[in-house]
């Protein structure tokens, strides 16, 4: 490094944004992610050792895939080099390779390339970079918001291991506010600030997992913020809602408010007010419920209080559960309001949850109910000699290919499960039913 650039760093270390002045240095500062860098995970031993092959990091922003290739800079023996595939044109690119090449050659040292945002490199640029990666000359580091089974070149895929970094929970966006609040070297320790409890919650909430997003909202707030009478900056509620935009909403995921909006949710689908339903999802989906955690309860829903009534709404309740985790927000909440809207005004039947709850409690209650002979596996070593399936009749070769006979055990002969409602598609099952059972007796 030469004095013009040492003294370009300098002030940057100082000057830059609290969440780069804040990136972790070594893996033991990394906060979150310990799927992929816990102590016993490949990733960490591989850092460690100095030992990394090709990767990519894929997730969403604020989620830490640009801290961890500054951390491989910073561990690694190779020579390190980064570019951002928004602005690298083929000249860069080509100097990279050059200067691999040199360093292999000269030095026996391995170059690092670290591809921010891969996805935005078109084929013919990944493309040129896989004879590099292939031969060893470069070890690719990408880092892409998108599914890179989609948007990097297959290829290139089959060289690298896919990482996945997930949004941080709310412990450690927590911890990473408390360390910029008291961090005086890198932080904003020096500024004498203190944080609510309650905007510590807030903030931790809102930046669903993001922590660029959480560190950006503190130090807004403490650069903004008059000193009080004890001289301290005070970081309230107030202050953190308009710090990130966002009004403060009373939802606290882990308590009672919690509990009391799902379940009003719920009970809007259920009870078939779509304008309801739609307000409790707008207010989860604000105050930064995961939308897996959403979908989920809208596939229960459909099962639990529409069932058989419109089979499609599982079906619709299912597709949107995947297309919400492929596409992420904010476009994932139309995908949501969508399912939202089917299932609410979906008819209702809930005789699938009355059936296995009498049907559990048959096998609960009925100690020695046992199989029908005649329903008993024939094709096993010596189950024909023991009289296992005389006397089956197959339903497909009778007409409406039913015929009658008896299917529960001996005990339970005469007991119904499935109530059918007079809702829906019930309704059709049920003049089904009962029309291929009169037509069977006849």
Do not use: W
Not at 1 to 19: G, K
Not at 127 to 152: K, M, Q, R, S, W
Not at 418 to 427: A, F, I, T, V
């Amino acid at each position: 490094m030469d004095l013009l650039e040492y003294m370009r760093n300098t002030p940057m270390e100082t000057e830059s944004p609290l969440a780069s002045r804040l990136r972790p240095r070594t893996l033991e500062e990394v906060v979150g992610q310990k799927h992929i860098i816990g102590k016993d995970k490949l990733l960490y031993r591989a850092i460690k050792a100095d030992k990394l092959s090709s990767v990519i990091f894929y997730g969403p922003p604020g989620t830490g895939k640009t801290t961890l290739a500054r951390v491989i800079a910073n561990t690694t023996k190779a020579e390190f080099t980064q570019i951002n595939a928004t602005s690298a044109g083929k000249k860069e690119m080509e100097e990279v390779v050059a200067a691999a090449k040199d360093a292999q050659g000269m030095y026996g040292k391995k170059t690092i390339l670290f591809v921010d945002e891969i996805h935005r490199f078109n084929k013919g640029q990944q493309d040129y970079l896989l004879p590099f990666v292939e031969d060893g000359t470069l070890i690719l580091i990408g880092a892409t918001t998108e599914n890179p089974y989609f948007e990097v070149n297959g290829a290139l895929i089959s060289r690298s291991v896919i990482f996945e970094l997930k949004p941080l929970d709310k412990e450690d966006i927590k911890e990473l506010l408390l360390r910029a609040v008291q961090d005086e070297e890198r932080g904003m320790g020096a500024y004498n600030a203190v944080i609510t409890d309650e905007a510590l919650e807030f903030l931790a909430d809102v930046s669903n997992g993001d922590a660029r997003t959480a560190l950006n909202a503190i130090e807004l707030g403490i650069l903004t913020t008059e000193r009080a009478e004890d001289g301290k900056i005070h970081i309230d509620m107030e202050t953190a809602a308009e710090c990130i935009q966002k009004r403060a909403v009373r939802y606290d995921k882990t308590g009672d408010n919690h509990y009391d909006t799902i379940s009003a949710f719920i009970k809007s689908m259920r009870g078939s007010d779509p304008d309801a339903a739609l307000y409790y999802l707008a207010k989860m989906l604000y105050a930064g419920e995961s939308i897996t955690f959403i979908a989920r309860r809208i596939m229960i829903c459909a099962a639990e209080d529409v069932g058989n009534a419109d089979p499609q709404a599982l079906q619709v309740a299912v597709s949107a559960s995947l297309a919400v985790e492929r596409i992420g927000m904010p476009e994932a909440q139309i995908i949501l309001a969508q399912a939202v809207t089917y299932v609410a005004t979906a008819p209702k039947s809930n005789s699938a949850v009355r059936g296995i709850t009498e049907a559990m409690e048959a096998v609960q209650n009925t100690k020695v109910a046992g199989v029908p002979v005649h329903l008993m596996d024939a094709h096993y070593k010596g189950a024909a000699k023991l009289g296992h399936g005389d006397g089956y009749l197959y339903a497909h070769n009778y007409k409406n290919h039913y015929v009658k006979q008896q299917y529960l055990p001996d005990e339970l002969v005469g007991r119904t499960f499935y109530h059918l409602s007079d809702n829906g598609y019930e309704r059709d099952i049920r003049a089904h039913m009962e029309r291929i059972i009169r037509e069977g007796e006849g």
